[in-house]
């Protein structure tokens, strides 16, 4: 089988990564971009970053701090932490289920 057939791509929500993002804390666009990458191995681009982040803020999820040295950082809210427990929650219960209908090899 070729490689392209068995690459299913990233399974990467930009806003859930971006809430598990701020979930350690407070952070600009560029440092969300670079956690984004060490714990996910996706890495998103500019434009996917800052319109999930409209958003997210649009929404209540996320809130801008004060602009420090020309970065405008954000933080996770109280709706966006309970959102984000949501999710991992459902993606638990998706783990769990495609793990055990694995086929044990």
């Keep these: ?16 990564l971006i809430l598990s993002s701020l979930a350690s804390g407070a952070k600009h666009g560029y440092a969300m971009m670079e956690d984004i ?11 996917t970053l800052y319109g999930a982040i409209a958003r997210l803020e649009q929404r209540g999820l996320i809130e801008a701090l004060g602009v420090e040295e020309r970065r405008r950082p954000y933080r996770l809210t109280a709706s966006g932490a309970a959102a984000l427990r949501e999710q991992l929650a459902t993606w638990q219960r998706v783990i769990k289920v495609g793990l055990q209908r694995l086929p044990a090899l």
Aim: aromatic share 12%; net charge positive; glycine share 12%.
């Design 1 to 16: 089988m070729r490689k392209n057939q068995l690459d299913l791509g990233r399974f990467s929500d930009p806003s859930l």
């Design 37 to 47: 990458f060490l714990f996910s191995g996706t890495r998103l681009e500019p434009g």
